[in-house]
Structure formats: structure tokens, C-alpha cells
């Protein structure tokens, strides 16, 4: 009997132990099961990505731009049915781009040169106000200072005199664009350089081409030294082989206004605007960004 009994302690010590061990074991096994699974959902990429939001950049519900410079900003040569040049175009095509209400103050006037410009800067009140206010500014300069000097030297004038009222236009045209600055810190400017409308009739010249491509050159570099300047090149842009071909049946260029041969006309305010608009797409944040 004493024997049976110790069997049955014996037996009951085996089991407890057993059942402690397998107790542990499986409430030590679900505890380290549980926290790999908080490990493995904490970094889950799903996870990651769920709990990452956007960043969402606000823009400007309203753009303003103001364009000052020659007759190419007042838009002369245009047709009637649109009107103010590339002014007119560009402000519906930020408009439309962006789903923006854009506006536009036109300060251009027809004749003047870069001497002129920085006067009108100067001195014009309304210019004084809407600068301030501006998000995207645009300047054409330099076609009539080219014109003066044309006129001066007629058909003796060479790629040296070119040169020559390059440099001093560089200067004005420092002044002028920080002039702008002054008025307006922080908009970006884009300075549309000139084109040549005389390659036709300057084809006595020697490098007249090359003279105009170093004009542009010279511009591009003052644009640098201006803060958010950006130089738009259009010297290029209605001397193509189509114009070359249909200027030699006709005598005219085909982008260009019938009147005067030396504004653009509507296609020629088409492409111009395209040129314009794409450096302002690449330049966004400088202007739609809150």
C-alpha cells in the first residue's frame, strides 16, 4: 500500500512539472509570437506607405503679370481679332494651364528703346503700383536700339558697329532690369531677346547672322547676374528653311507683319508666345507657389 502510494506521488510530481514546463513553454512561445508579429506589421511597408501623406503644395488661385518693353510687349503687328501680342496669349495660357484667374498690365510702347524703358520705370506711377503686385514679369528690349543704330549707319553699317551698341546696350540693360528689381524682389523676370527680321535685307552685311547671335549672348549673360532672371531666345525663331524658301519667291517673311516686315504677325505672336511659355513652365515654383 505504501508502495502505491509513493507510485502516485511520484506520478503526480512527473506531471506537474511536465505540465509547468509546457505551460511556459506555451505562454512564453504566443508572448514572443505576438511581439514578432507587432515587429513585422510596425514595419511593413504597407504600413510605411499608408501612414506617409502627400505633401501637397498649395499654388496661387490668381496670377498677375506684367509685361513691360517695346512694341513686341504692346503687341503691334497683331491681328485685329486677338490683339496684344504674346501679352494677350501667354496670360490665356497660364490661365488655362494651371486653372488660375490670370491678368495682365501691358506697359508696352511702341518705339521705345532701353534708354526710354528706364525713364518710363522711373518715373510712370502706375508701373510704380502694379510691379509690386507682380507674380511673373516680362521685358522685350533692344529691337529699337538696334533699329537707331541701323538708321544711322544705313547700308554701311557693319558687325563692328553691331558689337560696338552691344556692349553699351549691355549696360542700360543691367539698369533697366535692376530697376525692375527694385520695384519687385522676388517675381521672376523673363527677358525676351531680339530677333533678326533682316535677314533678308541685311544680306550685305558680313556676319550680320553671327553678329545677332552674340547680341543675344551678351543679354543672356546680364539676365545671369540679375537674381530669377531668365533669358528666353528667339533669334532663331522665324529664320527657318520654309522662311528662307518662301522669302526668296515673295521678298517677305512669312512670319512677320505685311505692313512694316519687322513685327511679328499672328503666327508670329503664336510662336513667340510658345517660346515664352515654355520657360515660364519650367520656372513654376519661382510663381505659382504659395
Request: hydrophobic residues 35%.
Amino acid at each position: 500500500m505504501k508502495k502505491k502510494k509513493l507510485w502516485i506521488i511520484v506520478l503526480l510530481v512527473v506531471v506537474l512539472v511536465g505540465g509547468g514546463s509546457g505551460g511556459y513553454y506555451f505562454i512564453n512561445h504566443r508572448s514572443t509570437t505576438a511581439e514578432q508579429k507587432q515587429v513585422v506589421k510596425k514595419d511593413s511597408p504597407k504600413t510605411n506607405k499608408l501612414s506617409q501623406k502627400k505633401k501637397v503644395i498649395p499654388k496661387k488661385s490668381k496670377i498677375h503679370i506684367v509685361a513691360v518693353g517695346d512694341s513686341l510687349t504692346e503687341g503691334i503687328g497683331d491681328s485685329k481679332s486677338i490683339g496684344g501680342g504674346y501679352v494677350t496669349r501667354l496670360t490665356k495660357k497660364v490661365a488655362s494651364t494651371y486653372d488660375v484667374k490670370a491678368t495682365s498690365d501691358n506697359y508696352g510702347v511702341s518705339g521705345d528703346t532701353s534708354s526710354q524703358i528706364i525713364d518710363r520705370i522711373s518715373f510712370d506711377e502706375k508701373m510704380h503700383k502694379s510691379l509690386p503686385k507682380a507674380d511673373i514679369i516680362t521685358v522685350t528690349v533692344g529691337g529699337n536700339d538696334f533699329m537707331h543704330l541701323l538708321k544711322k549707319k544705313g547700308m554701311d553699317l557693319t558687325s563692328k558697329d553691331i558689337a560696338k551698341e552691344q556692349v553699351a546696350f549691355d549696360r542700360r540693360l543691367g539698369v533697366l532690369l535692376a530697376d525692375i528689381r527694385h520695384y519687385n524682389s522676388e517675381a521672376p523676370i523673363y527677358l525676351v531677346g531680339i530677333y533678326n527680321p533682316f535677314s533678308i535685307y541685311l544680306s550685305n552685311v558680313d556676319n550680320a547672322k553671327q553678329a545677332f547671335i552674340d547680341w543675344g549672348e551678351g543679354s543672356k549673360e546680364v539676365a545671369k547676374s540679375v537674381n530669377n532672371t531668365y533669358y528666353v531666345d528667339i533669334n532663331d525663331l522665324y529664320q527657318t528653311k520654309y522662311v528662307e524658301k518662301k522669302s526668296k519667291k515673295t521678298g517677305t517673311n512669312p512670319y512677320l507683319s505685311d505692313q512694316d516686315h519687322f513685327h511679328p504677325n499672328a503666327t508670329g505672336y503664336d510662336m513667340m508666345t510658345d517660346e515664352i511659355f515654355a520657360q515660364v513652365q519650367n520656372t513654376k515654383k519661382e510663381w505659382l507657389n504659395k
